[in-house]
């Protein structure tokens, strides 16, 4: 469970800054190189390869070699992870607004008649 949490912690750390969010949102249509990664930032290649070796080490990005390419990869099983986690609270969350829904419900049959009512 400790090293659940740990993983976590540098997952979302990782995804806590907003140049890896738009990586991971660029790697999200496909792989790319470290060079097609940094068109859109006005930092160096060097900056993006960190916070590539940042999403690495948070396992939420993968490598691979292809020739003189090391295109960079979404790792999606890492980030269906991050979305159980989520999501089983999300749905914690959910079953509790749905019984409060089911006792608004069942006092608002137990309410004063309005005027409506009255006529």
């Known amino acids: 469970m400790a090293d659940d949490d740990a993983a976590l912690d540098?997952?979302?750390?990782?995804?806590?800054d907003p140049v890896?969010?738009?990586?991971?949102?660029r790697l999200s249509h496909g792989p790319?190189?470290?060079?097609?990664?940094?068109?859109?930032f006005?930092?160096?290649?060097?900056?993006?390869?960190k916070h590539i070796q940042v999403l690495e080490q948070a396992q939420l990005?993968?490598?691979s070699r292809d020739a003189q390419r090391r295109p960079v990869h979404l790792n999606p099983a890492r980030l269906e992870a991050l979305t159980a986690?989520?999501?089983?609270?999300?749905?914690?969350r959910e079953g509790q607004f749905r019984s409060l829904d089911a006792v608004?419900?069942?006092?608002?049959?137990?309410?004063?008649?309005?005027?409506?009512d009255r006529k």
């Open 85 to 92: 986690w989520i999501d089983r609270y999300r749905l914690v």
């Open 104 to 116: 608004l419900e069942s006092s608002a049959g137990h309410t004063a008649p309005t005027a409506k």
């Open 32 to 40: 790319a190189t470290v060079n097609e990664l940094a068109e859109p």
């Open 42 to 49: 006005e930092i160096s290649k060097q900056a993006v390869s």
């Open 61 to 63: 990005v993968t490598r």
């Open 10 to 16: 540098v997952a979302f750390t990782a995804l806590a």
């Open 20 to 25: 890896r969010r738009r990586i991971i949102a």
